[in-house]
């Protein structure tokens, strides 16, 4: 297939990942394109670290096809995948925490001048430059990186894939791990990245966090889609109602119902309000 102006920046379709008898993923398909953010919701065991993987070119698909601009691709490797713009952020970042901001931020691609030395002065101004230019506010880049809050460093390694030529950004849940004022840092910086016209993977458990920056959402559960919507398709109660599964929560006032519990009425209504089709 040849690649074309309008095909969005990363398509998968149909794609399908198994390990042995295992089926990890199957028959998912989702788009990314320039300037949107594409949310992947799921709990754990979902499939969204195997549909990562498959994106970031550390495993290959067993079926279905993936598109890089329109051409398809078959990555051999996470270095294939960057050469193509593909970048991506893993939740357990990996960083030198005692290494000042500046060389983290070039870390493995350190800029150099006469006789093989590191040219000190420019990574600090650009490290700089780029995080400013994505709105963070560092006060020092020869402070090491430890010192950095959660969000911080999530920011720092975005600002990183941009400079480095990224045209497509996977984030591997960068808010699970934050509290509240710092999830809201990576957001910004997460809609900061699409308005530079990159195209966002946000892979997330948080329907809260994906709503709000998202603009395509595809929840998975137990490796396959139950639901790829816009967001003129799917208000956020009912992005909420699939991630949490409000069948779920009917079965269990039901049987909290069953056993007195004063408790399966506030459940019931919990669960009316997650599938108001259902009320």
């Not at 309008?6 to 989702?30: C, F, M, Q, T």
């Not at 560092?138 to 390694?157: K, N, Y």
């Amino acid at each position: 297939m040849t690649g074309g102006k309008d095909a969005p920046l990363l398509r998968l379709s149909g794609v399908g990942k198994s390990y042995g008898n295992v089926i990890a993923l199957r028959d998912v398909s989702l788009e990314a394109s320039e300037g949107e953010v594409t949310c992947v919701l799921g709990d754990n065991g979902a499939g969204k670290s195997t549909l990562i993987k498959v994106v970031a070119g550390l495993h290959r698909h067993d079926t279905g096809t993936y598109e890089v601009q329109g051409e398809r691709v078959v990555f051999d490797s996470p270095r294939d995948a960057l050469d193509r713009g593909i970048a991506t952020v893993y939740q357990d970042l990996a960083v030198v925490p005692l290494m000042p901001v500046w060389r983290n931020f070039f870390l493995g691609s350190e800029k150099r001048r006469g006789f093989g030395r590191m040219d000190v002065a420019f990574m600090r101004s650009t490290t700089h430059a780029e995080m400013a230019a994505m709105g963070i506010d560092l006060r020092d880049v020869d402070q090491p990186i430890g010192t950095l809050s959660g969000g911080e460093r999530q920011c720092v390694a975005i600002a990183r894939a941009v400079y480095f030529g990224a045209k497509a950004l996977v984030l591997d849940e960068p808010t699970a791990a934050l509290g509240v004022k710092q999830a809201g840092v990576v957001l910004r910086y997460i809609v900061q990245a699409r308005e530079r016209g990159l195209a966002v993977v946000f892979i997330t458990h948080n329907p809260h966090h994906a709503y709000p920056v998202g603009d395509r959402f595809l929840i998975l559960n137990r490796g396959q889609s139950i639901g790829y919507h816009t967001k003129d398709e799917i208000t956020r109660d009912e992005l909420t109602g699939l991630m949490a599964g409000g069948r779920e929560l009917e079965e269990l006032a039901h049987e909290l119902d069953a056993a007195g519990s004063p408790a399966a009425t506030r459940i019931k209504k919990e669960a009316e309000t997650l599938n108001p089709a259902d009320g």
